[in-house]
């Protein structure tokens, strides 16, 4: 490799590396395509393109060293974070087949994207159990309750846990959530009341994913007052109430279980459904 095209590369390298940093540092999301094997171009493996997804840029960092590929790279960066995968490898004819120079190089595409967070609101028996679910599913995990005895250090040692005591629930909640983005937010409060001031602290947030815990006729009087007061049908439209799959949850703690499957399928862009639906259906006898 001439020195020129080292110097290039290194100088890419740094500058890619500051673009993650500061993609992780501001809660941003971006696809990191990394070219691994190329027959055509020896020279070019290891070369990266970073794609930002999120953010008020849309824009790329480096270069696998073709423009046309650089191209198709961003466009297909675009599907892969719609997938919910961490990483995944392509060969190029999977994307842009008319590429035949590149067609059989493979790219490696890695999500760049903080921890999931999770948020929860009340530290009851449900609350708690889902917040040491999510630490073993490795969310880092936000506990809020008005009751200080609920939320109290020795009752979770995991050090993904945060726990918050508090007066004003939606001073807190709205604190812990900020703008929403790559955060998915419970509420397993004790009461209505305390549901609502939850809800109104989050509902207008870019929240990647909110639910609400309680009966049909519960979740449905929470989201009525919360249309009454102006909120958006679009962000009610989008609350999961009652939250959790239907998975005949008794326990606390297949209620968690029953929460964090939900939260897992729209993360990981999942239907929820029965895995074996599929052989049962097409059985011939």
């Keep these: 490799m001439p020195a020129n095209d080292y110097s290039e590369n290194k100088a890419a390298s740094y500058s890619i590396a500051e673009e993650v940093s500061r993609t992780l540092q501001e809660g941003l999301v971006a696809v990191l395509a ?73 790219i490696l595409f890695e999500r760049i994207q903080q921890e999931p967070r999770l948020v929860i609101c009340g530290a ?21 309750d008005d009751r200080g005895e609920f939320v109290r250090n020795e009752l979770f040692a995991d050090e993904r846990i945060d726990l918050i005591a508090t007066e004003n629930w939606s001073e807190a909640v709205r604190d812990a959530v900020g703008d929403g983005r790559g955060v998915y937010v419970a509420v397993v409060t004790r009461g209505h009341s305390e549901d609502e001031q939850c809800m109104r602290a989050i509902i207008d947030t870019g929240a990647d ?13 929470v989201l009525q007052r919360l249309r009454d007061n102006g909120a958006a049908a679009e962000r009610l439209g989008k609350v ?10 008794v ?23 029965s895995l074996s639906a ?5 059985e011939s006898t």
């Excluded at 790329?60 to 073709?66: A, P, R, V, Y």
């Design 34 to 106: 990394t070219l691994i094997k190329a027959a055509n171009r020896p020279d070019q493996v290891g070369a990266k393109l970073l794609v930002e997804i999120s953010g008020p840029r849309d824009t790329t960092i480096g270069s696998l060293g073709d423009e046309t590929l650089d191209r198709g790279v961003k466009e297909q960066a675009a599907g892969f974070h719609q997938s919910g995968a961490d990483t995944r490898i392509f060969q190029v004819k999977e994307f842009a087949p008319a590429l035949t120079e590149w067609g059989e190089a493979q």
């Design 124 to 144: 009851g028996h449900v609350g708690a159990s889902l917040a040491r679910l999510s630490a073993l599913m490795g969310y880092r995990a936000t506990l809020i």
């Design 209 to 221: 994913y909110i639910g609400l815990i309680g009966s049909k006729r519960r979740t449905k009087i």
């Design 240 to 249: 999961h109430a009652p939250i959790g799959l239907d998975i005949g949850a």
């Design 278 to 282: 599929w052989r049962r259906g097409n």
């Design 251 to 273: 326990t606390p703690e297949e209620v968690a279980l029953a929460i964090m499957a939900e939260m897992v399928a729209v993360r990981r862009g999942g239907g929820g459904g």
